[in-house]
């Protein structure tokens, strides 16, 4: 449950209790109703810090969060069954068992779990909660701390040790080496801009150590900046890359005068490497005299909006992915370092290396598998069907390096890019139903005069920026049609979205093996569920009744038997505010209308036509 539910689900309890419509149904509940609401209003004042942001005080904050979820569910049964009763004048004995056992004793065990949270607050002295929040702060700047550390420990390396084989950027190499060595004398500021692991280091690298580079440049300087970064950090990074001796006791105001001094009329090239914001380079920036000498300053990013912001008037270069040859061409130079790939393994091998989807770091761990093991056709083939799952696994923390990209997201982009793994691999999401999509799940924050839809579109641009989307098709006026993930990234996703419990994937082999008794629950307690046809059969079969609110469903490679029909309604179903059955052929939608909650709705009709809705927010 997000902020906005939470907020959502308390206009609605307000609505419920100042409703005079006289329902009996829900009449005989408005006394629990009541005091339910009362209690949930004294415990968000308590654990909210600012209008948006609950303040995480023990685990109050994640009781509370549960125990409004579990409340939710029972109150909209309760809505779901008064409108089914009243408007399709069903008997009692028709209704879903779920429906008929739905009472007041079902908000019982949630009052009781949110007294228990009043009556630690209320009784927790302000020492004892003063202290946590010592400790707290404590943690969080040792973890700091840790970082810097290991910030500094990565930059330490010289950029020549970091050299390692090149491959695919040649082109982007001399494009860049053109601008460094232009006549431009004005101080120029060239950005290298990509998504974690691409190798834009890798090609800073490449340029710095160049001969022409050491050749034109007097002086060259490399400091790593990072997420977590201090100045005085990249000022003595820069000047000892530069040969010259640091008093590292100096103040940085001492430092900065020191690094300006030394680059002072000299034709100087800089490389700020991972760039993280615009402040860590005003932070630097000052100390790059413009002497019009015909100095450079190079940066590496993953965030398009820092490194156009720093470049101003400078050259921004994006780098693309590798082809599928060059990939093969990567791969077989870490695996076999110059021999020849045997024969029987060349198609397996491209195989491999088409998987890699052209990230070079992908390329890379995987290389390293392949170099390790046991040169076989088996163990290839057996590598080929599971390449994600070899890198979420990798023990050198591959997908760390993508981590930062995701924790440097904020709270609301965090969400809408979570949500985008759950679709299948390699899928080409239509940018307007995926910003529906996040409308309904109440990802998308109002701002000023624009409508939700329209911030729906500068979200997505966000993540683009970011390098974390890719642009898959543009319309004829040049816009995003659609986007994709790449496949290490939907990695990072998955394992994001277990860990939070944000969604669940469910693929149809995991199903046969997984939806029995006892794993019912892992799927009856999940909010979100994206998964294939097969398990909406499966689902629709196990009559249970559940907790999911968004139901997302895809056609497989195989299609449905013609006779297959979903012709009604799962209890499973009723709680849903998101169904998209849009990739599911043969759904009769005749019983859509008992879904009271929904906000969102894509399905196909019985003729294959395709509806598809969009509920008003």
Known sequence: MTNTDLKLFMEKLRWLIDDNNNNPFIKERKPMIQL?????????????KGEDELE?????????????????????????????????????????RNLLNCSSKDLKGVMIDLSSIRVEITSNNKGNLFQNIVERDMMMDNKFQAIETGGNTRVNLSATEREEFIVGFENDALLILDRLTGDRKKLDIISIVGMGGQGKTTLATKIFNDSLVKYH??????????????????????????????DEAASESKLCEMLYQSLK??????????????KAWEDVGICFPDDKTGSRVLLTARLTEVALHISRSG????????????????????????????????????????????????????????EKGEKTKDLWEKIAKSVGSYIVNDPKGCLDTLVLSYDHLPCH????????????????????????LWMAEGFIKESGQRSLEEEGGYYLMDLIDRNLLIVADKSSKGGVKSCRLHDLLRELCLKKADEENFFKRVNFSKSRRSLGSGSVSSIVKQQRLFTDYKVLWDKYRLNFASH???????????????????????????????LDLQNVPRVDSGHISQLIHLRYLAVWSVDNVLTFSKAKF
């Open 413 to 436: 982009l965090k969400k809408c890019f979570l949500y985008t793994g759950g679709f299948p691999e390699d899928y080409k999401i239509q940018v307007h139903r995926l910003i529906w």
């Open 265 to 278: 009329g000299r034709r100087y090239l800089i490389v700020i490497d991972d760039i993280w914001s615009c």
């Open 315 to 370: 050259f921004t270069h994006h780098l693309q992915l590798l082809t599928e040859d060059q990939s093969w061409e990567l791969l077989c130079r870490k695996i076999f370092r110059g021999y020849d790939c045997p024969e029987s393994l060349i198609e397996t091998g491209k195989h491999i290396a088409k998987k890699c989807e052209g990230l070079p770091l992908t390329l890379v761990v995987i290389a390293g598998l392949l």
């Open 56 to 96: 995480d005080v023990g685990n109050w904050k994640t009781r509370l969060i549960e125990a409004a979820q579990e409340a939710e569910d029972t109150v909209d049964m309760f809505i779901s069954s008064s409108i089914i009763k009243n408007d399709y004048d069903q008997p009692n004995g028709s209704l879903p």
């Open 548 to 578: 999911t609110r968004s139901f997302l469903c895809f056609y497989d490679s195989r299609p449905p038997n013609k006779n297959e029909r979903l012709t009604s309604l799962s209890p499973s179903f009723l709680l849903l505010r998101v």
């Open 217 to 246: 440049f007097d002086k060259r300087g490399w400091a790593t900046v990072s997420q977590a970064y201090s100045v005085k950090g990249m000022l003595l990074q820069l000047l000892s890359s530069i040969s010259k001796s640091v």
């Open 36 to 48: 339910l609401y009362g209690e949930l209003d004294y415990l968000i004042g308590s654990c909210f």
